[in-house]
């Protein structure tokens, strides 16, 4: 089993990059490996969509 145990969003050349650490578990539960990454850059438009309204809301908290 994977679970995420984090993730960002960085805008590069490409695009909005997605970053996500994760680690594998057995069906038991045990940590079978941890502090994984994995990165992608997002194109579907829902995704992006949220991003931004993730992007606007910390920006409020800044003001």
């Known amino acids: 089993m994977t679970k995420i145990t ?15 650490n994760y680690s594998v578990l ?14 992608y850059v997002a194109l579907d438009d829902t995704v992006l969509a949220a991003i931004a309204a993730i992007e606007q809301d ?5 003001e």
């Open 26 to 39: 057995d069906d038991a539960g045990n940590i079978r490996d941890t502090n994984l990454r994995a990165n």
């Open 6 to 20: 984090g993730f960002s969003v960085m805008t590069t050349g490409e695009g909005k990059r997605v970053t996500v």
């Open 58 to 62: 910390a920006a409020a908290h800044l």
